[in-house]
């Protein structure tokens, strides 16, 4: 009897061993695909101030601009920041003439990998359930010391009192 519990134990222990195996693999993949948030590995979400959020997209909020949400992911080449705030009635013109870009009636809603979830993620209104969205992109140049370019995305959606909400999608791009 005591010789089929020793037999039973050298076949389910290699059986045993390679469950194991196989699920830290899984583990560890699972881990690398969703790091988690502030890890500072690519793919994570990051916690950064406003100023850190604004100073890579490289917009300057207006004093006047409200709800202002925000969301930072680290890639594995490329830095993506989120932005969304609220621009109060008469303010949308001067905050387009600061960034120099010309805007698009009817954009439609193609925000990118990541753009929905950056919004989400940064607690922003989804823009996909905004009224007719209006578009602009820009390119802008590396920064000194940097030798990355900016591809910037802006929609704008106009709001029922005469407002504008607005979301920034930025990447810096080789």
Same mark, same amino acid.
């Given at each position: 009897?005591?010789?089929?519990?020793?037999?039973?134990?050298?076949?389910?222990?290699?059986?045993?061993?390679?469950?194991?195996?196989?699920?830290?693999?899984?583990?560890?993949?699972?881990?690398?695909?969703?790091?988690?948030?502030?890890?500072?590995?690519?793919?994570?979400?990051?916690?950064?101030?406003?100023?850190? &959020?604004?100073?890579?997209?490289?917009?300057?909020?207006?004093?006047?601009?409200?709800?202002?949400?925000?969301?930072?992911?680290?890639?594995?080449?490329?830095?993506? &920041?989120?932005?969304?705030?609220?621009?109060?009635?008469? /303010? /949308?013109? %001067?905050?387009?003439?600061?960034?120099?870009?010309?805007?698009?009636?009817?954009?439609?809603?193609?925000?990118?990998?990541? %753009?929905?979830?950056?919004?989400?993620?940064?607690?922003?209104?989804?823009?996909?359930? &905004?009224?007719?969205?209006?578009?602009?992109?820009?390119?802008?140049?590396?920064?000194?010391?940097?030798?990355?370019?900016?591809? /910037?995305?802006?929609?704008?959606? &106009? /709001?029922?009192?005469?407002?504008?909400?607005?979301?920034?999608?930025?990447?810096?791009?080789?």
């Amino acid at each position: 009897m005591k010789r089929r519990w020793v037999l039973l134990g050298v076949l389910l222990l290699p059986l045993v061993l390679i469950a194991c195996v196989v699920g830290a693999r899984h583990w560890v993949r699972e881990l690398e695909r969703n790091p988690p948030a502030n890890s500072g590995r690519p793919g994570s979400w990051m916690t950064v101030s406003s100023e850190r &959020a604004t100073d890579f997209a490289r917009i300057r909020l207006p004093a006047s601009a409200s709800e202002v949400r925000w969301s930072y992911l680290i890639g594995f080449q490329d830095d993506l &920041a989120f932005l969304s705030f609220r621009l109060p009635p008469g /303010e /949308e013109q %001067g905050f387009l003439a600061g960034l120099g870009i010309a805007i698009k009636p009817n954009a439609g809603t193609d925000f990118g990998t990541y %753009g929905l979830e950056g919004f989400h993620q940064a607690g922003a209104p989804d823009p996909t359930t &905004a009224g007719p969205l209006r578009y602009g992109s820009f390119i802008a140049e590396p920064l000194p010391g940097h030798n990355k370019r900016l591809g /910037e995305s802006v929609w704008l959606a &106009a /709001e029922a009192d005469g407002g504008t909400r607005v979301w920034v999608s930025a990447m810096d791009a080789p």
